[in-house]
């Protein structure tokens, strides 16, 4: 029987001790690396161990080999995705096999002498989630390596990652010209997430360990360590639990299941593992995250790349722990542009935002938090780029470029001069609109159009003045607590909601109740998993199935009012008895202050979001019981054309300029103005200039929008004239075509952009 290998590593932490000082050892590199390759075949007991890197063409080259012809090195090749070191490399995970030759996969090399060796474990040599090589160990018998084989030989690879990556051998001899971090200037197409152009310096959201801190000095301490912190994180997440108490008690669920992680006994042994084999606790988290990735971020099931999610935020919490930084913000280079697989909203807020020009993510939607937070903060920001975090290095200079929504990697000199002068264009622009600040927005035949600002934090109260907003037409309530770690309660709700109306002065500010649910999940409240969270319990919905917490924000609404006016708005509603019976909440919240001698508001305007379809066919039920609406055009067109607005394949595939949904918006107008209900537009398509032309022709006369937008509209509202407009759009309304945008532009053209 073969010995097991396990004691290579676990009897003798040396093993790792011994590779870096191989690699430390000076002389040539190859003569180096060929000593690693022995030290680790003789500590594995393994009779061949081989490492392959890959060229910066994408092949796999033989770099070093103890037990197959040393002639091969530099001469075996393999394309990507060929044979069994191909295939890890594609997989980005171990392949640990009993009778190689028999793996579809397996690819015969005569060169390389290999032919009788069966037992085959291969791991990818990862670096900030890329591959960089695979080494290699095999065995003649059909023997089979243990999970802890595999396990050893990972951590042997990432340290050899590190140390090849990062120390002296790595641009030198052989290893020039191999693909260790990526050199070339890259372009990615992704999505337009948040508007603007950015030129910076990557920073990764979640940065590699650096080598120097892999190999614990020592290991009882860093055992310490890394249980201290371990202790500090569950004692962290118990307390948020805790807070939960008697609140809402669904969202209990939820963070139970994410305490569970944390209490995950798997979980803290592999960490205790790794650092018993001589890991610093931050390259055990590192090693840990590296593996979930590997397993779970491959898997298609919506439900595993959640828990994978879960994963990733207790390893980045678990290293501010180590790090002794609890939540202190990240020092950023002042022109950063974060780099990021996907991020939550609280994520962003905790960078700095005067020194954050951009974000750049692998995944995500639109409509996700982390644009919709973008947006909001003026971050230009492009998401779905694929690979990015492979192809990106902290401090590469980046572009974001959320005009056509792609990404420079590395860009060449004349990339960047052609950005900087469209950056220019871009600042001049925004130097007319300002101009044009406390300009009223009045069309060239004298119809004046309001023009609003969408907010939800607070940092978006400074903006107001600079717009030049009249108000806030739509404050989204859910944001204070999509980017709270617990549940904000009362005081918390009437704080923020004061400070908004403070801020706003005498110009009138909607509140919208909570629009939770569908996208937007708290890790507290209930996240019952659905179908089809869009059309599932979120929303009003919500509010009036948990009445305390819809009544609770209703309270902390009226108590920052403080006698004054105050605008409150209920989102989705989809039929008349959501809203009278959401309606009569506030009456009783009202009654409920004035019976305890608190100030009732000077003047009360409850309103309902037009966004379900439904309530087009029942206006004239509707309006009679409202002071105002407000149409949510991102839900409502999901909902009309039935396509998920945070899903990339159908968001985009039916266009707003068409006769459907305009023939929609013109119902609400004309129906609102013949019952003198005021209303506005409050949806993303109301801050594009093309599309609010539209809307100004069909009679719209308020529109609230992200603040970027107000300057661009306000410009299209001055040089318009509405009566012309009316006549041409209406007059395209009858049009067959599914979409007119084309039309629409020619007609514009005419009438303002001409001007
Ligand atoms: C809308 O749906 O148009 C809207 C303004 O609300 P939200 O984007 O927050 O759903
Ligand atoms: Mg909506």
């Known amino acids: 029987?073969?010995?097991?290998?396990?004691?290579?590593?676990?009897?003798?932490?040396?093993?790792?001790?011994?590779?870096?000082?191989?690699?430390?050892?000076g002389g040539p590199a190859q003569a180096r690396l060929d000593m690693v390759v022995r030290i680790i075949a003789q500590s594995m007991v393994a009779e061949v161990c081989s490492l392959y890197m890959r060229r910066a063409i994408g092949d796999m080259e033989l770099f070093a080999t103890q037990g197959l012809d040393p002639n091969a090195v530099h001469v075996t090749r393999m394309k990507p995705g060929e044979g069994l070191v191909g295939e890890i490399m594609r997989l980005g995970r171990p392949l640990n096999l009993s009778d190689a030759p028999n793996h579809p996969a397996f690819s015969y090399r005569p060169e390389t002498g290999e032919d009788p060796f069966h037992a085959f474990m291969g791991v990818p040599l990862l670096r900030g989630g890329r591959a960089i090589g695979?080494?290699?160990?095999?065995?003649?018998?059909?023997?089979?390596?243990?999970?802890?084989?595999?396990?050893?030989?990972?951590?042997?690879?990432?340290?050899?990652?590190?140390?090849?990556?990062?120390g002296e051998i790595a641009h030198a001899g052989p290893l020039s010209g191999i693909?260790?971090?990526p050199q070339k200037p890259e372009r990615l197409k992704g999505a337009?997430?948040?508007?603007?152009?950015?030129?910076?310096?990557a920073v990764l959201h979640e940065p590699p360990v650096a080598p120097s801190q892999l190999l614990a000095e020592d290991v009882g301490a860093e055992d310490a360590r890394l249980k201290t912190a371990i202790s500090e994180l569950q004692a962290q997440i118990d307390f948020m639990l805790e807070g939960q108490h008697g609140l809402v008690e669904a969202s209990y669920e939820v963070l139970e299941t994410y305490r569970m992680f944390a209490h995950d006994r798997g979980w803290n042994r592999s960490l205790e593992d790794a650092v018993r084999n001589g890991l610093t606790a931050e390259a055990a988290v590192e090693r840990v995250r590296s593996e979930h990735r590997a397993r779970l971020g491959q898997a298609r099931d919506p439900y595993l790349r959640e828990r994978l999610h879960d994963f990733e935020d207790l390893a980045d919490r678990l290293l501010r722990h180590l790090s002794g930084e609890g939540g202190k913000k990240r020092e950023l280079p002042d022109n950063a542009i974060l780099i990021a697989r996907n991020l939550g909203p609280a994520d962003l807020l905790e960078?700095?935002?005067?020194?954050?020009?951009?974000?750049?993510?692998?995944e995500g939607s639109a409509a996700s938090h982390a644009a919709i937070v973008a947006r909001a903060l003026d971050i230009p920001c492009v998401g779905r780029l694929a690979g990015l975090r492979d192809r990106v290095s902290e401090n590469d200079p980046v572009i974001v470029d959320a005009e056509t929504g792609e990404a420079y990697l590395r860009p060449r000199p004349d990339v960047i001069k052609a950005l900087q002068a469209r950056i220019e264009v871009r600042l001049q622009r925004r130097a007319e609109f300002a101009k044009l600040r406390d300009t009223p927005a009045f069309t060239r035949?004298?119809?004046?159009?309001?023009?609003?600002?969408?907010a939800g934090l607070d940092v978006d109260l400074d903006i107001l003045d600079e717009t030049g907003a009249e108000g806030i037409g739509l404050f989204r309530t859910e944001f204070q607590f999509m980017v709270a770690e617990e549940m904000p309660r009362f005081n918390a709700q009437a704080a923020l909601y004061e400070r908004v109306m403070d801020a706003a002065r005498d110009r009138p500010v909607t509140f919208r109740t909570l629009d939770l649910g569908g996208d937007k999940v708290l890790p507290y409240l209930e996240a019952e998993r659905e179908d089809n969270p869009a059309l599932g319990w979120r929303a009003i919905r919500m509010g009036l199935d948990r009445p305390a917490l819809l009544r609770l924000q209703l309270r902390a609404l009226i108590a920052a009012s403080k006698g004054r006016a105050l605008k409150i708005m209920f989102p989705l509603v989809a039929s008349v008895d959501e809203f009278r019976s959401a309606r009569a909440l506030v009456d009783h919240e009202v009654a409920w202050a004035q019976k305890r001698g608190r100030p009732a508001p000077a003047r009360l305007d409850v309103g309902a979001m037009i966004e379900a379809p439904s309530l087009v066919w029942h206006l004239d039920a509707l309006l009679p019981m409202t002071d105002f609406v407000s149409v949510g055009t991102n839900d409502l067109m999901q909902y009309l054309f039935a396509a998920d607005r945070g899903n990339p394949r159908v968001s985009d595939r039916y266009d707003f300029l068409s006769p459907p949904a305009l023939r929609a918006l013109e119902t609400i107008q004309k129906a609102c103005a013949e019952t003198g209900t005021p209303v506005s537009v409050c949806g993303e398509m109301a801050g594009r200039p093309l599309e609010a032309f539209v809307l100004v022709a069909l009679g719209f006369e308020a529109l609230s929008m992200p603040p970027a937008g107000i300057g661009p509209v306000k410009q299209m509202v001055l040089s318009c004239d509405r009566e012309a407009a009316h006549r041409g759009v209406t007059a395209l309304l009858r049009s067959t075509a599914g979409s007119i945008r084309n039309e629409v532009e020619t007609l514009a053209r005419k009438l303002y952009l001409a001007n």
């Open 192 to 201: 337009r997430f948040a508007e603007g152009l950015a030129l910076g310096v």
């Open 1 to 25: 029987m073969v010995p097991s290998p396990t004691a290579g590593i676990r009897g003798q932490r040396s093993l790792l001790r011994q590779i870096r000082e191989a690699l430390a050892s």
């Open 351 to 362: 960078y700095d935002r005067t020194k954050l020009k951009g974000l750049l993510l692998e």
């Open 445 to 454: 035949d004298g119809a004046k159009v309001s023009l609003l600002m969408n």
């Open 179 to 181: 693909d260790l971090v």
């Open 134 to 166: 695979v080494l290699v160990v095999q065995n003649r018998t059909e023997r089979v390596y243990s999970d802890d084989d595999v396990e050893d030989l990972q951590i042997v690879a990432m340290v050899l990652a590190e140390m090849v990556v990062g």
